[in-house]
Nanobody, 117 residues
Framework: QVQLLESGGGLVQPGGSLRLSCAASGSRIVGNSMGWYRQAPGKQRELVATLGNSGRTNYADSVKGRFTISRDNAKNTVYLQMNSLKAEDTAVYYC???????????WGQGTQVTVSS
């Protein structure tokens, strides 16, 4: 069973930065696919960024050039660096782990990001 623990959310002013962390336990992130998704009130959960087992990254158009997904294999942790934050980035951010071997997906509990002046 994979467990994911997100941290780093909070309240930030427009134009500010935050770094989200997702610490995984129960399996190694290396060799598997990791991602960040978000869900704003009244909206469906949407993809923000993914990091494949090959190291390839993929970003939603709305965050390209502002957000960066990365991982630290030694710490078994994935990060989402968010810069130039906008009010429309306000959402609950969820970490996702997808096993390359089984296809099973796991979610963290989410961390709230609020961008407001």
């Amino acid at each position: 069973q994979v467990q994911l623990l997100e941290s780093g959310g909070g309240l930030v002013q427009p134009g500010g930065s935050l770094r989200l962390s997702c610490a995984a336990s129960g399996s190694r992130i290396v060799g598997n696919s990791m991602g960040w998704y978000r869900q704003a009130p009244g909206k469906q959960r949407e993809l923000v960024a993914t990091l494949g087992n090959s190291g390839r990254t993929n970003y939603a158009d709305s965050v390209k050039g502002r957000f960066t997904i990365s991982r630290d294999n030694a710490k078994n942790t994935v990060y989402l660096q968010m810069n130039s934050l906008k009010a429309e980035d306000t959402a609950v951010y969820y970490c996702n782990f997808r096993s390359i071997f089984t296809g099973n997906a796991y979610w963290g509990q989410g961390t709230q990001v609020t961008v407001s002046s």
